[in-house]
């Protein structure tokens, strides 16, 4: 295959997600738009999204109301301006994605505008719009069928951002022209030249050694951004989401917090429920109190798994409206309508990231980061179910506003940035070297930095994981790309992340829950956690 090594293009979409999507759409309507997936473009985090996307939509709600509920969550981190202004911006962005033509459920015999509104932990009211359980793969269709019909925008599949094209002003200040990408076939890398770089790349639950994300969810815009200088916060909050069905062929397959929204109980094996000695909301608490008390059952008793039962109620409504799960688990050998199913907690959302504004700029100029990349204020500690589409969403549109300014201005020319030079790297020849490093981030993860954690455990994934990023750097450098070796890079530099920030946070709050400190701390611990590269 014969490839250009240079393409030119007005703005670079560095993820094909809710997030990358929604911005090219727009995009698109005043320039050219390059859009690079890691693997096929409909694999994203957001194909996968089940519960669906919250936003005020019914006359019984209000913005006030989803607004306290996203502050309650967040456990006092969240940035009070963004959550209003992400909350209040819902509604847009909802419409924005039905016109680009997502079908969400619709209320049986309801109006145009009436749609089912689903129920999930942390939410005073009903305001979860879905297509059944399959609500990603719907919005990323219509997202899909919208960028293709846009000649526009050209979206480049198995192209894996490696590292950002950053030249300095005269005053010294970063400036970013796109992006070098390794495409994955030929394994030459090619220079993406843009005036305007969006890296909406999505999360890193591949850090973990069980998590519901897909293979693509390496935290690769973190750690790019990082390596460029840009400011990461929050990295010690990432998300378990309680219930993933447990089964050794499943991959942690998602049993969505909807059913629990529904009246699914949480049973120990004897049918024994348990939540309502964790918090007064049962089933229906924040997420980090019920993982954590997953977790300490099954600790306490020593348990594999504890049992979700949705069986009490009407099997065809369990059906109709858990199509996906019912079939996938009836596939497992459990029928949801006919008793209790295995459930275990896995890595599910990176509430931190790449630190931006409400237009979603970072501080290096040309430079916007959204979606699960992303690190805005409107999670703080923990994030409400079904916030993170409608962050996204917002946060693309709002990332697309603000381009759109910028470049009505913008008379700079980009610099002229070398060709991607393998200097005298050799072809790989023994993988072990790669997939070694790679468990041994991904197990020490999950067994000294999951869902509770204390301050020998951090002391010791923190020696292990320099040890590890220091090999990984001279092999990096000594062999020619793939994309194993870029992920793997990658995955080593966020999990110090998350490292280095849990052991900066000396209290428990929200989803970073510590031994040491077991008390949330206001008086000493009440910020966002930032680390740059340059200290
Ligand atoms: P993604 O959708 O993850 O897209 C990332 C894109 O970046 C992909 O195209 C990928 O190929 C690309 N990429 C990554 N690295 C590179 C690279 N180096 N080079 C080139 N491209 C790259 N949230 C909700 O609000 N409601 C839900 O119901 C819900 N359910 C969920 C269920 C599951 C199983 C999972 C995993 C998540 C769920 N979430 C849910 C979270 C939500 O889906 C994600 O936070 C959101 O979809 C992220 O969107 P995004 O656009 O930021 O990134
Ligand atoms: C789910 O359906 O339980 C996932 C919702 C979310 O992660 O927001």
Redesign the pocket.
């Given at each position: 295959m014969n490839l250009d090594s240079r393409i030119d293009s007005d703005f670079l979409v560095?993820?094909?997600?809710?997030?990358?999507?929604i911005f090219a759409i727009k995009a698109a309507e005043i320039g050219s738009v390059t859009v690079?997936?890691?693997?096929a473009?409909d694999?994203?985090?957001?194909?996968?999204?089940?519960?669906?996307?919250?936003s005020v939509w019914s006359v019984d709600d209000s913005f006030e109301s989803h607004i306290e509920d996203t502050l309650r969550a967040g456990a006092g981190l969240c940035d009070r301006t963004a959550v209003e202004t992400i909350v209040r911006d819902g509604p847009d962005a909802v419409r924005d994605l039905i016109a680009f033509g997502a079908n969400f459920t619709r209320i049986e015999g309801g109006g145009e505008d009436e749609y089912d509104l689903g129920r999930e932990g942390g939410h005073s009211h009903r305001r979860?719009l879905?297509a059944q359980d399959l609500?990603?793969r719907e919005i990323m269709r219509a997202l899909g069928e919208a960028a293709r019909a846009r000649p526009n925008i050209r979206v480049l599949e198995n192209?894996?951002?490696?590292d950002l094209l950053i030249a300095r002003t005269a005053g010294g200040a970063a400036q970013c022209w796109g992006a070098y990408?390794l495409e994955k076939s030929s394994r030459s890398v090619r220079k993406i030249v843009a005036r305007t770089t969006l890296l909406?790349?999505?999360?890193a639950?591949k850090v973990y050694l069980y998590t519901?994300?897909?293979e693509?969810?390496?935290g690769?815009?973190v750690a790019?951004a990082y390596r460029a200088g840009a400011p990461i916060a929050n990295m010690e909050f990432y998300q378990f989401?309680p219930t993933c069905l447990y089964h050794p062929a499943a991959k942690s397959f998602?049993i969505?917090e909807a059913l629990r929204g529904e009246g699914a109980i949480l049973r120990l094996l004897d049918g024994t429920p348990f939540m309502k000695r964790y918090h007064p909301d049962a089933e229906l608490a924040p997420r980090d109190v019920v993982a954590r008390a997953i977790d300490s059952e099954m600790k306490r008793l020593g348990l594999d798994c504890v049992h979700l039962d949705i069986s009490h109620r009407d099997p065809a409504y369990i059906r109709a409206r858990f199509p996906n799960i019912y079939q996938r688990c009836l596939g497992y050998g459990f029928d949801l309508t006919a008793g209790p199913i295995p459930v275990v907690p896995a890595a599910?959302?990176m509430c931190g990231g790449v630190m931006t504004d409400l237009n979603a700029r970072t501080p290096i100029a040309r430079l916007y980061a959204?979606?699960?990349?992303a690190m805005t204020g409107l999670h703080g500690a923990n994030r409400l179910?079904?916030?993170?589409?409608?962050e996204?969403a917002v946060m693309?549109r709002r990332a697309f506003a603000d381009a759109r300014l910028q470049l009505a201005h913008d008379e700079g020319a980009p610099p002229a940035f070398p060709e991607w030079n393998p200097g005298a790297a050799i072809q790989s020849e023994q993988r072990v070297l790669i997939t070694q490093s790679w468990d041994e981030i991904r197990r020490l993860m999950w067994n000294y930095v999951g869902i509770v954690r204390g301050d020998r455990r951090l002391e010791r994934a923190l020696r292990r994981i320099q040890m590890l990023r220091e090999e990984i750097h001279s092999y990096y450098w000594d062999h020619l790309l793939d994309s194993d070796l870029?992920e793997l890079r990658?995955l080593a530099t966020v999990a110090e992340l998350v490292v280095r920030c849990a052991m900066a946070r000396k209290e428990s709050r929200g989803l970073h829950y510590t031994i040491d400190y077991p008390e949330r701390d206001d008086a000493r611990c009440l910020r966002n956690t930032i680390l740059r590269r340059d200290g």
């Open positions: 560095i993820g094909g997600g809710i997030a990358g999507l690079l997936t890691k693997a473009s694999e994203a985090n957001t194909s996968y999204a089940q519960g669906g996307i919250a979860v879905h609500t990603g192209h894996v951002a490696v990408a909406a790349t999505g999360g639950g519901t994300n897909p693509i969810a390496s690769d815009g790019i989401h998602l969505s599910h959302y959204a979606g699960e990349a179910a079904s916030n993170s589409l409608l996204a693309g870029i990658n």
